[in-house]
């Protein structure tokens, strides 16, 4: 192998990281609780990530008229988005249970007198003011757990913005998830801006839904028509439930559809769809290239992810939520299974799982990517992200299809044999 070869490579790679950072390298960042968009023109601009250090408030809920009065409070700073999960206040470590408030002030020309806000979801509600108006609220924000409510639905919110100044105050409390805080960026620009970059995510989103619950319906129906093929089946169930993940997490497009959602359900449809999609996802791994031969290594898999799926129907999500970093290493557990499974089947000259070596080192690429982005709370690239994940479905489809005609073909040549044994009987009759 000449030495071009992975130095293109990595140049490649390199340049790929690039185009993903250019929108956060080229955009001002918010320092101690001001950003300063009196330069920038926001209609070439496109939407703005408020990230950056805010002014923090932990355990006080403030409203805008607690900013005017003689007294003000005296603000630590805090960089966003970012969870407040072991965030060190003096000799005080906090945990995910908690409230806060939030505050920026941004500096700006004149123009345009309207604006709109891309609010995503927070651990687990909030209340969002704009210049002493309240723009925007999910749940019920409270210093009392009993009171608290949470919920998850993200809105796109256009208001006039006539002056030179905006402040931002966000209320925000949580008492019902293992993370408290707000992990994802708030973004800033005109309507047109904002909303074709919320509607190229929606769409991006609805396509992968549509297309895997498609993908679902027909090779769950494939195999009631055709008994006996289980790997068509796992695989129907692991389109299946991935859709519905897809709906339930990252932009939750459930609510778009269903505006009163219990958010209860709904986290734990979320973290089941997940688990169900690991575990059928081994089992179709298993079925196709092992041939139903007994591992033990396969049963503790199944085992673990049963005791998971168990718990997280059982506890309330302040406890369940708390299995996903401890899950985490069990998914890097099961692709390193199916890699193993999947090298021995090339070994034995199995061709058709080269299309599933392949999505195996997309699925690890896109997972590493968005655990990544969950655990450190770094933007993620949904468009990118939906594409990949289809992609990898595709290819899982194609083993399938390969093990079809190669079926088909052995039905050809059995045919092909009855005939012509059924000739010769006859000549020699």
């Not at 339930?248 to 209860?264: A, H, K, P, R």
């Not at 079926?407 to 012509?420: D, F, G, M, N």
């Given at each position: 192998m000449s030495?071009?070869?992975?130095?293109?490579?990595?140049?490649?790679?390199?340049?790929?990281?690039l185009l993903l950072a250019i929108p956060a390298i080229s955009q001002p960042q918010v320092q101690h609780g001001?950003?300063?968009?009196?330069?920038?023109?926001?209609?070439?601009?496109?939407?703005?990530?408020?990230?950056?250090e805010w002014e923090f408030y932990w355990k006080q809920v403030l409203f805008p008229a607690d900013f005017v009065a003689e007294n003000k409070p005296e603000p630590q700073y805090l960089k966003m988005p970012a969870v407040w999960n072991d965030l060190k206040l003096g000799r005080t470590e906090l945990t995910g249970e908690g409230y806060a408030t939030y505050r920026l002030i941004i500096k700006k020309d004149e123009k345009p007198d309207l604006l709109s806000l891309d609010i995503p979801n927070v651990y687990t509600n909030y209340a969002l003011w704009v210049n002493g108006t309240l723009l925007a609220s999910n749940g019920t924000v409270s210093t009392e757990a009993s009171r608290a409510k949470p919920a998850w639905q993200p809105y796109v919110k256009i208001f006039e913005a006539p002056g030179e100044t905006l402040e931002i105050i966000l209320q925000v409390s949580n008492f019902h998830h293992n993370r408290g805080g707000v992990h994802k960026s708030i973004k800033l620009g005109t309507p047109?801006?904002?909303?074709?970059?919320?509607?190229?995510?929606?769409?991006?989103?609805v396509f992968l839904v549509g297309g895997l619950l498609i993908l679902g319906a027909f090779f769950i129906g494939f195999f009631l028509i055709r008994k006996g093929q289980s790997a068509t089946l796992y695989f129907g169930?692991?389109?299946?439930?991935?859709?519905?993940?897809?709906?339930?997490?990252?932009?939750?497009?459930?609510?778009?559809?269903?505006?009163?959602?219990?958010?209860?359900?709904?986290v734990k449809v979320e973290y089941l769809s997940l688990y169900l999609s690991m575990l059928v996802g081994m089992l179709f791994i298993s079925q196709v290239f092992l041939n139903d031969k007994k591992s033990i290594f396969k049963y503790i898999i199944i085992m673990i992810n049963y005791c998971i799926i168990a718990l997280t129907i059982i506890l309330p999500p302040v406890f369940f939520t708390q299995l996903l970093p401890a899950y985490q290493f069990f998914i890097a557990v099961n692709f390193l299974f199916a890699i193993v499974v999947i090298v021995r089947a090339i070994f034995k000259k199995q061709y058709e799982a080269w299309f599933s070596a392949m999505s195996i080192i997309i699925g690890i690429a896109l997972f590493t990517y968005e655990l990544t982005a969950y655990a450190l709370v770094v933007k993620v690239n949904f468009i990118f992200l939906n594409f990949g994940y289809l992609t990898i479905f595709f290819l899982n489809?194609?083993?399938?299809?390969?093990?079809?005609?190669?079926?088909?073909?052995?039905?050809?040549?059995?045919?092909?044999?009855?005939?012509?044994?059924?000739e010769?009987?006859?000549r020699g009759i």
């Open positions: 030495m071009a070869e992975p130095l293109s490579a990595s140049k490649l790679a390199a340049f790929l990281l001001s950003l300063d968009l009196t330069r920038t023109d926001f209609n070439s601009a496109g939407p703005i990530a408020l990230d950056g047109e801006n904002i909303n074709k970059h919320h509607e190229s995510i929606m769409v991006s989103n169930l692991l389109c299946l439930f991935w859709g519905i993940r897809s709906l339930f997490s990252n932009i939750y497009l459930i609510t778009s559809f269903f505006d009163g959602i219990s958010w209860q359900l709904a489809s194609l083993v399938l299809a390969y093990h079809f005609v190669g079926a088909y073909k052995q039905i050809v040549i059995l045919e092909e044999e009855k005939t012509r044994s059924l010769g009987r006859l």
